[in-house]
């Protein structure tokens, strides 16, 4: 089994993943924009070749450079684990007639407003919406969906230049927030609790399911610093609550045809108990769902992953025993942490429920809260009663503080 692997580099969790398509049997082919002697030992160990591109994101010369790179080898699978990078490896799969993902059905999970009327024409419940391209355009479909509304870029990621809007007059001033902005969405706003849906599929029939809940919403975390954003998987998966959820995302993955592989969905909960899409795409989630999900049900998904990518095969028995909390912390203050409050208390009394903890040390320059969710490090912790685990995540959030000042 050979595998060319889009990115075996970075992000970061692709050593994981690469890890799990060597120990599945595989010989991994990486493509990446680091040199060969960047790579760490511990990842190049696990790669039979590598080549080096100087441009990850110029689809055109990296195709022409992998194949130019394997005249005359057989490969068996092209896979990439990342968003940026999803339609590229389809393109190669096409171009060296493999089988998996279509670029037309990965298309479907990585184009916002197509993958919302694929959804939407299989009578699923997606938020109205409209693709717009100039302020004009914005406008109108603005006074076709009505307030609040959400718009953002139809490829985005990390709720970047992502603005609920409130009327028209606010509308205004989100346009010239998004001028630099050149394709968007304009959507109606979904009052409600914000879950994930995540899978991993074979022939996009879930092997293994995971729920999540946000909290808050991402918008709301994204967009207010004091917070610390807290994410706890569900190990209650089958309760009547979120079943409406888990059932709109098998349905999904059905109307875009997934193929084998992680899917990451998110969806919306309103009051009244009705799930409505929000995106998904046919690629692990990033920070770390995927650390929880393993520490969920003492599993390891990268290797499942790489199984199921390679041999259409999921082995692990899944036991749901625990909800796995993870806590983002964002110091107060700019510049390098200084100190940190309350955490050798937390510890003390609760550290036996700490599965991580990789807050940034006293002396380390903050990270930009706004390009990454991982912010200053986290706090990630297990509980199997749920309330517990949701006490404990915000006990961590409210009594942990860092501070660089
Ligand atoms: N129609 C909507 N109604 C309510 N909230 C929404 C809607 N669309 C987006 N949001 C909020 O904005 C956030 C970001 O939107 P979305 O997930 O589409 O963008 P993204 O940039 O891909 O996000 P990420 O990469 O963080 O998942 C959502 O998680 C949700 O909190
Ligand atoms: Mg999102």
Redesign the pocket.
Known sequence: MKVVFLAPHYPPEMHQYTRGLAEVGAEVYGVGDQPVGALPASLKRHLADYLHVPRMMDEDDVIARVHAWLRGREVDKVLSNW?PLVICAARLRERFGLPGMTVDQVKGFRD?QLMKERVRAAGLRV?R?ARIFTATEARQAAEEIGYP??L??IA???????Y?VEDAADLERVLKLTRHVTEA?V?????GE?FTFDTVSIGGVPAFMNVAQ?LP????A?SVEWISPVIITVRDIHQPKIAPGIELGKNVLKALQMGDGFT?M?W?LKPNGEA?F??I?CRPP?AHLVDQMNYMCDIDLFREWARVACWGHFAAKVDYKYNAAIVFKRALGQGRITRIEGREDFMRKYGRFVVEDTLLPIGAHRRDWTQT?VSDGHILLRHADWDSAYELAFKAASDIKLYAQ
């Open positions: 968003e916002k938020p919406s509304l959400v953002k870029p985005g990621a990390g709720s970047a230049d992502t609920k969405s959507e109606e706003y979904i009052d914000e946000y919403k991402p918008i709301v994204r990451h998110e919306f409505v929000g995106e795409g990033g969710l």
